[in-house]
């Protein structure tokens, strides 16, 4: 039996060529392979439910709907809550990763595409899949953090330094919708809301999180506490994702970049006076250039904790989180 043996693959890609050249590699895997030409295809597809599909392999930047267009479309639909969903782009960097994962994708392959890790992601989601809801493959009681650690790693290839990148993402990310669901005043508002913040921690691995979201959302769905106790609920619901934050990054040993950065102290020793003005210049501007001159100054200087705080804060575009270490006041 081939690897991809009896699974249904529907392929976007707005190039002909890209497509018949992935289908022919499948098809070689024992997969059977439909195509799309762009986002709006592809939604057309599944909801014509003239066949059933395992999984979407999909590009990103297309025309008349992108890959995340297609997938936020595609997720607002309930028959199509559990199909894997997997972003095939040339665009590596966190923070488009993270947009693919935020509207609900499952995976992300980069370009030029390794056939073997693809064919490995492919059969992880749907192994996921056959045990429940793929944005729920997270065990709810990990054994000590070790099946939830293997997990995440397998999700990310391995990658900490992404997960590191991605969960400094996640943790704005959760912050706005917090807010946001704590102003929610509407029930279609609350459930869009709380969508969001199941699928952004699903990805990250907060099991708790997740716990406590499909809780809310289950009794508001049914009606079954008064609006103070739900209002309770999701107050509690920064102190979970604190704690769950604070395990994942013990579990992979990941360095926390604020209490860090509380610590760190800037003089002439560490950036001269001119070196100061231009990156407070570039950054006040959201000028990208700046990421590869501090980028230059980093390699100049190797092993200096604030101007790898700085760079890091510069290269996932946090620009007013380098610009508040630069200049506190």
Not at 16 to 26: P, S, W
Request: hydrophobic residues 40%.
């Amino acid at each position: 039996m081939k690897k991809l043996d009896k699974i249904n693959i529907l392929l976007v890609d707005d190039s002909e060529l890209n497509n018949e050249a992935l289908k022919e590699l499948l098809e070689l895997h024992g997969a059977t392979v439909d195509t799309a030409l762009n986002g709006q295809q592809l939604v057309d597809t599944l909801l014509a439910k003239t066949k059933e599909f395992d999984i979407v392999l999909t590009d990103v930047d297309m025309p008349v709907l992108t890959g995340i267009q297609a997938t936020e479309i595609i997720r607002e639909n309930d028959d199509f809550e559990s199909l894997p969903i997997v972003a095939i782009t040339g665009n590596a960097k966190p923070e488009n990763q993270w947009a693919c994962f935020k509207a609900g994708m499952n995976g992300h392959i980069a370009k030029p595409i390794d056939l073997h890790k693809l064919c490995e992601l492919i059969l992880t989601l749907l192994s996921s899949k056959e045990l429940g809801n793929v944005h729920e493959s997270i065990p709810a009681q990990p054994n000590n953090g070790k099946g939830l650690k293997q997990q995440i790693l397998e999700r990310f290839d391995n990658n900490v330094e992404l997960i590191e990148r991605l969960l400094a993402l996640y943790e704005e990310e959760f912050d706005k919708q917090l807010k946001c669901l704590k102003k929610a005043k509407d029930l279609q508002s609350t459930r869009s809301i709380l969508h969001a913040i199941k699928g952004i921690s699903a990805t990250m691995g907060m099991v708790d999180v997740l716990a406590q979201v499909n809780s809310i959302a289950a009794s508001e769905l049914h009606n079954e506490l008064p609006r103070s106790k739900m209002v309770e609920k999701i107050q509690t619901l920064s102190k979970v994702n604190a704690e769950n934050v604070s395990l994942l990054k013990s579990m992979l040993k990941l360095s926390d970049y604020n209490a860090m950065s509380s610590k760190l102290v800037l003089d002439d020793s560490v950036l001269t006076q001119d070196e100061c003005k231009e990156i407070k210049l570039m950054l006040k501007q959201n000028d990208l250039s700046v990421i590869s001159y501090i980028k230059k100054i980093r390699n100049q200087r190797p092993d200096n904790a604030f101007i790898e705080q700085l760079f890091l804060y510069a290269d996932q575009l946090r620009f007013k989180k380098a610009l508040s270490l630069i200049d506190p006041e």
